[in-house]
């Protein structure tokens, strides 16, 4: 009997394993269809000066409205598109719809710093890619300031020394980069001495632990207080309540953000969000 269920648990499991491929498969060719089209978009969420609360700059977050599936979350397709060459056109795809908001939000006096733009290291894989990135941005006449790359790393790097040379070329155009989902990912300390970034992320899950275990309490703490020795700023993902953001601001985070502060949004509810005036105009 043992054995029996032994085999049907493999052969269930195997099916489970073609489903899996099956439908990864599905999802490539859906999302290489999707990007030809056009049909992702880009949602932006809130930075805020813990400080005094004002606005520091958006991330750009990718969303797909699949037409039969709903929407798909960025952590299922990224994962799709690293996995493939799509992570090139998903990556250009969304430089290019922040170039063209940051000349909207420019052209109607709505005053963006910066918007931050999630960087898979799967995407220096791709050759010249710092060069071409710097020319699309120059191409739109958008000051490298005004972009950000958050450096995200789901799997540890192949290459590290090639990695860190590329980050340093795109440091030295100009643009400023973040270490995301710190303490979580694989990024570690090493990686702080080496990387040019002046900003560390500290990772959601620390922040939503903080206010219900003391070893996430102690994490964060810790991560702020060696971001100041080591002259880096600090942003808290994931900021969920008034009492996170007041103890945030008490340990001298620089910026917070999350629901307790607003969702990703589109660009016309973002324009609606920083116009209060207009909320009731529609
Ligand atoms: P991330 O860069 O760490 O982004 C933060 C994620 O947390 C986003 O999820 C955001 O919507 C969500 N979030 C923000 N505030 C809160 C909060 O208060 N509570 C909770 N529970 N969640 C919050 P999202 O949009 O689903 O994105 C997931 C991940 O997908 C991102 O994590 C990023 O790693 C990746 N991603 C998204 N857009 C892009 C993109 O354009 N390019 C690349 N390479 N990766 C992207
Ligand atoms: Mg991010
Ligand atoms: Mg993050
Ligand atoms: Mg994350």
């Known amino acids: 009997a043992v054995k029996e269920t032994g085999k049907a648990d493999f052969r269930f499991y195997e099916e489970g394993m073609l489903e899996q491929a099956r439908e ?32 520091a700059g958006v991330e750009a977050l990718a969303r797909w409205h699949h037409p039969t599936r709903g929407d798909v979350p960025p952590a299922i397709f990224v994962a799709i598109a690293e996995r493939s060459a799509l992570i090139h056109a998903l990556g250009e795809f969304v430089l ?7 000349k909207l939000w420019d052209a109607s ?24 990135l710097a020319r699309t941005v120059r191409s739109y006449g958008v000051d490298p300031m005004r972009i950000r790359f958050e450096l995200t790393e789901s799997t ?14 795109l440091r030295s155009h100009g643009f400023d980069l973040l270490i995301d989902d710190f303490g979580a990912g694989y990024w570690n300390l090493g990686h702080l001495r080496e990387l040019p970034v002046g900003t560390i992320k500290i990772d959601q899950s620390f922040v939503r632990g903080s206010g219900l275990n003391l070893v996430d309490r102690e994490i964060t703490e810790a991560i702020v207080g ?8 600090t942003i808290a993902e994931g900021v969920e309540t008034e009492a996170q953001a007041d103890w945030l601001r008490e340990l001298g985070c620089d910026v917070g953000q999350g629901y307790f502060f607003a969702r990703p949004m589109t660009p016309d509810a973002f324009r609606r969000y920083l116009d209060p005036s207009l909320v009731y105009a529609g």
């Open 24 to 55: 990864r498969l599905a999802l490539t060719v859906e999302l290489r269809e999707a990007l030809q089209r056009g049909e992702l978009d880009v949602e932006y969420q809130p930075k805020r000066n813990l400080r005094d609360g004002s606005l």
């Open 226 to 233: 060696l971001a100041k020795k080591l002259n880096m700023r």
């Open 109 to 132: 006096g709505t005053h963006v710093d910066y918007v931050a733009i999630n960087l898979s290291m799967h995407e220096l894989s791709r050759p010249a890619f710092v060069e071409t």
């Open 156 to 169: 540890a790097m192949r290459e590290p020394e090639e990695t860190l040379r590329q980050l340093v070329k």
């Open 96 to 102: 290019r719809s922040v170039l063209a908001q940051v």
